[in-house]
């Protein structure tokens, strides 16, 4: 059993070495950068001991996005619980999220912009993905109190999404970060 146990343990390590390098490769070069014969390089394993651990390329940028969406959940729960109100709870989270997005391109793009097998609000949603939704739907539902607090937090996740979209690409003007928040966060909370 010691042998058995030993070998689980080392399967998971290689995973993790496998996730976190396709990760930082991602991060510093860009997801085309990231292929099985450079991951396996990177890490000084076979190709196919990737593939005993992921049938390809599609599946790793999948565990990247897992691993995303896990720490997207605790970054708004960080933010959402510093705050002394529900709109500076809000603001915080909204703040939070676009930093986040900021900070890791590529994780955020294995979440979002990737083809991707992942399934959101169904019943096979990974728990990872329902915990950050989770996590958005608390502030904007007590800020908000709407009755139907996901279908506003869908509303609220989009506008977030289109603002980091947007602004990476150039599309909006420079300069008007803070008052584009603020606005989005005066809309969610004015009124209600």
């Known amino acids: 059993m010691a042998i058995d146990d030993r070998r689980e343990r080392e399967r998971a390590t290689r995973r993790r070495l496998i996730v976190t390098t396709a990760r930082a490769l991602a991060e ?10 450079r991951l396996s390089t990177e890490i000084e394993y076979s190709q196919p001991v990737l593939y005993k651990h992921f049938a390809g390329m599609e599946q790793i940028a999948e565990a990247v996005a897992l691993d995303g969406f896990a720490e997207l959940a605790d970054v708004i729960r960080t933010a959402g619980s510093a705050a002394d109100s529900a709109g500076d709870a809000l603001s915080r989270v909204a703040r939070a999220y676009l930093d986040f997005a900021r900070d890791h391109p590529a994780v955020y793009d294995a979440m979002f912009t ?4 992942l399934h959101f609000a169904t019943q096979d949603t990974p728990p990872q993905l329902g915990a950050a939704f989770a996590a958005l739907s608390d ?3 007590r800020a908000a109190k709407e009755s139907d607090a996901d279908t506003l937090t869908e509303v609220f996740w989009s506008a977030l999404h289109g603002l980091v979209i947007l602004s990476r690409t150039g599309r ?21």
Request: no cysteine; charged share 30%; net charge positive.
């Open 28 to 37: 510093a070069e860009g997801w085309d950068a990231v292929t099985t014969r």
């Open 139 to 141: 502030a904007v539902g």
């Open 114 to 117: 990737r083809a991707t097998t």
């Open 172 to 192: 909006l003007r420079e300069g008007y970060d803070s008052a584009r928040l603020r606005l989005l966060i005066d809309q969610f909370t004015s009124g209600r």
